[in-house]
């Protein structure tokens, strides 16, 4: 109906809906019923499981927003202007601020800010708002410094190379309609500081360092606490990926006590979150787990961040084969998180759960897991970074699934031009590179390459990838015969995964790296001395593949943990909970194990 086609518009400016905040926007009395109505009739409205909260399909939502573009600009402003009312009513700051964003109400926006430190919370990645910005009212934008100033720290927040440089050059137009020098200069070191934090975040090299070094040695007056955390975190960005890991600890410090000056604790937390991501490629899980566990309480409770620590302390979790600890982490991360709010973290949290699923065998689960990570690209901004590390999943389930393609189109994506100068992701391209030549042709010299690509990480301080590189080097020189070749490496892994306590990486070579460590254990007096770190690594192993060896029906592992359940009395739903999975998915596990046993 008409009706309810018209409400469905206007209300579409909203992210979620409820009865009092339609009734504003509307100026109606009866949205409690219409809102009903909808969910009965509309199959893209539903109920959100919390007393009358409704969201919409988000392709049906895309549409909506088209049609709302339709309207002429003072309805949408008034449209965004009462809803502003409502969420200022309530205490959603960054919602009103959004809400004032599209009303292009700039007098009420730049104090709203400037008192809450909302400069890169405000433009969420709704395609509503991307759309009002960059098209409808963009005449109006260009000629509004305030709001381009706004949108490049919004966008700096959310990472996003593309819009920083549209919103940059906007931002640098506008200030020609400015009458005070002072305030020009103002807007134009912003873009300067814009155009620097773009590059680091695109490019991830020596440029991009001296760009944003430049600008800290400045001195100009308008370098800010705020400014100063982001350059300074950008610093720490750029050292990270060219591989310099101790320099990036140092600016990922500076950084955070600038947030701490600007008395933005919110912000100071990233550093701490960034540092910790260096400590567990450094191999120092305990200073990691410490770091990790006190941020959580700096963090609100619904924050993204908090999420994000979850997910840092559920990979130390899974190194150390905690994984129980390693699961209520990880749904814990998840709970309430969506693609849709926060895909950087979603994605995090996603990968998280193929760790888990890759440390106890479930390869098959785990690549369906990256499947779905990467079907968010698709429909989702995300910086370069998350798609870097997904690439790194892919590649690496693909080495223990055996798949060729799978190694193949890891390369193939870690090839792009978007990473750049970026050592990281440059060494994990070589190593997979390797390993299809070792798929392909199981040439010699491929022993000799990973043991390339193992020394430069060991000297990047990439513990992990070294334990990875010499894991697959190890086995190659095994399967050549080239036996004290591949006892020495052998000998390597474990002189390194005794310093840190890694498990999980060196166990997930498979069976053929196991049965390696516990000859070199018998035979030589290196693996003697590592005598108690072997033993830790051979129980590991036997506990995989305890299930498998009592299992007489041809369970999975995954089947027969659900099995276990079952028998303990757990309902599906609880089973689901456990084990981070839908209800759907525990049906046909329990489908397929009624198959097996009869």
Not at 291 to 300: F, G, K, P, R
Request: hydrophobic residues 40%; neutral net charge.
């Amino acid at each position: 109906p008409r009706d309810l086609a018209e409400f469905s518009i206007d209300v579409s400016l909203a992210r979620s809906l409820n009865p009092t905040l339609c009734d504003l926007i509307t100026d109606r009395k009866d949205s409690s019923a219409v809102l009903r109505n909808l969910v009965r009739h509309n199959p893209f409205v539903f109920g959100s499981g919390k007393r009358n909260v409704y969201y919409c399909n988000r392709l049906y939502a895309s549409w909506l927003h088209s049609q709302l573009l339709q309207l002429n600009a003072a309805k949408i402003r008034q449209l965004a202007t009462n809803a502003s009312a409502w969420y200022d009513a309530t205490g959603n700051v960054v919602d009103k601020a959004r809400m004032l964003i599209v009303a292009t109400d700039a007098n009420s926006l730049i104090p709203l800010c400037k008192g809450t430190k909302l400069d890169s919370r405000i433009v969420s990645s709704s395609d509503l708002l991307t759309y009002v910005l960059d098209t409808r009212l963009e005449r109006e934008t260009e000629k509004n410094p305030e709001l381009c100033f706004l949108a490049v720290w919004a966008y700096i927040g959310f990472g996003l190379y593309d819009e920083i440089v549209a919103w940059v050059m906007r931002l640098e137009r506008s200030t020609k309609y400015l009458d005070d020098e002072g305030e020009r200069r103002y807007y134009l070191f912003t873009a300067e500081v814009g155009k620097a934090v773009a590059h680091s975040i695109r490019y991830h090299n020596f440029e991009s360092i001296d760009q944003c070094d430049k600008l800290l040695r400045s001195g100009s007056p308008y370098l800010t606490s705020i400014v100063r955390f982001h350059l300074c975190y950008s610093l720490a960005d750029n050292y990270e990926r060219i591989g310099d890991l101790a320099s990036a600890v140092d600016w990922c410090l500076q950084s955070n006590a600038h947030a701490l000056a600007a008395g933005a604790v919110d912000y100071a937390t990233f550093p701490n979150y960034k540092r910790c991501k260096i400590l567990i490629q450094h191999g120092r899980f305990s200073e990691a787990e410490t770091l990790a566990e006190e941020s959580v309480s700096l963090t609100n409770d619904d924050s993204p961040l908090r999420r994000a620590f979850w997910i840092l302390l559920a990979l130390v979790q899974i190194e150390s084969r905690r994984f129980d600890e390693a699961r209520e982490n990880i749904k814990r991360s998840q709970d309430g998180l969506t693609a849709l709010k926060n895909p950087e973290v979603y994605i995090e949290a996603k990968l998280a759960l193929f760790d888990l699923l890759s440390a106890q065998g479930e390869h098959e689960a785990a690549y369906e897991e990256i499947l779905r990570i990467m079907s968010i690209f698709e429909f989702r901004k995300v910086p370069a970074a998350a798609l870097g590390y997904v690439c790194i999943a892919l590649g690496k389930v693909s080495l223990m699934r055996g798949s060729l393609h799978g190694i193949v189109t890891a390369c193939e994506h870690l090839s792009d031009p978007m990473f750049g100068d970026d050592v990281y992701f440059g060494l994990y391209r070589s190593f997979f590179a390797a390993c299809r030549i070792a798929f392909e042709t199981n040439e010699d010299k491929v022993s000799d390459i990973l043991g390339d690509i193992a020394n430069t990480a060991h000297l990047r301080g990439f513990v992990t990838l070294f334990l990875e590189a010499s894991v697959q080097k190890a086995v190659l020189l095994e399967g050549q015969g080239q036996h004290d070749a591949a006892a020495k490496t052998v000998q390597m892994v474990l002189g390194a995964g005794k310093t840190q306590g890694y498990r999980t990486t060196i166990l997930n070579g498979g069976s053929l790296i196991v049965g390696l460590i516990e000859k070199v254990a018998l035979t030589s007096s290196e693996g003697k001395a590592n005598r108690e770190y072997v033993y830790s690594l051979m129980k590991a192993a036997e506990e995989e593949s305890e299930g498998y060896l009592e299992n007489k029906n041809g369970l999975t592992s995954r089947e027969l943990e659900i099995l276990r359940m079952l028998n303990s009395g757990k309902s599906r739903q609880e089973i689901s909970d456990t084990l981070c999975i839908s209800i759907n998915t525990t049906k046909t596990h329990i489908k397929n194990i009624r198959k097996k046993i009869g």
